[in-house]
């Protein structure tokens, strides 16, 4: 069954140059990239993003992590994968999420840490769930910067451009 996940370059892995490490090991998963781009993270993003960890007590240095303030590098690349099972290849191929207890053949485990202050910095997210890689994908892309249709949408006129029509995720 084909699926979309949302797949995230955090900062610390393109401060540490990892970006062609990271797709030609995903690569290994044979599915096709359907939407990327660099994309500044801003605190509305970062906190709707890892909402559903609101209440740990790490949350605050996960938001300035993911933001890129703790590597000077204040942007993610935003990628999706689309293909057979992209979830389950994507994560297993990433590793568990601590980077310590992750395989040393995995992404996280070959290029992960932990911080003195306990953030995982693990180079990389996956999503968990169709839910989640829905959910996701629709805070990090607008429906044309996705080069199939995933999800159901919209057409939207502006008031001020009448012949400009923008399609939105439903």
């Known amino acids: 069954m084909n699926q979309a996940?949302?797949?995230?370059?955090?900062?610390?892995g393109l401060?540490?140059?990892?970006?062609g490490n990271i797709l030609t090991r995903l690569s290994e998963t044979k599915l096709e990239i359907v939407a990327a781009?660099?994309?500044?993270v801003s605190e509305?993003?970062?906190?709707?993003?890892?909402?559903?960890?609101k209440e740990k007590p790490f949350f605050n240095e996960l938001i300035r992590y993911i933001r890129g303030e703790l590597h000077d590098r204040y942007k993610v690349m935003a990628l999706v994968y689309w293909g057979e099972n992209a979830i389950h290849?994507?994560?297993?191929?990433?590793?568990?999420t601590n980077p310590e207890e992750a395989e040393s053949t995995s992404i996280r485990g070959s290029y992960g840490r932990?911080?003195?202050?306990g953030v995982y910095e693990n180079?990389?997210?996956?999503?968990s769930s169709e839910d989640e890689a829905k959910r996701?994908?629709?805070?990090w892309f607008k429906p044309d910067e996705v080069i199939v249709d995933l999800y159901p949408v919209k057409e939207i006129t502006e008031k001020e451009y009448k012949e400009h029509k923008e399609r939105v995720w439903l």
């Open 5 to 12: 996940t949302l797949i995230l370059i955090k900062p610390d």
């Open 123 to 127: 180079v990389v997210h996956v999503s």
């Open 114 to 117: 932990i911080t003195t202050a």
């Open 37 to 40: 781009k660099m994309a500044r």
């Open 44 to 53: 509305s993003l970062a906190k709707k993003h890892y909402q559903h960890l």
């Open 89 to 96: 290849k994507c994560r297993e191929l990433a590793g568990t």
């Open 136 to 139: 996701e994908i629709k805070l």
């Open 15 to 19: 401060k540490k140059s990892l970006t």
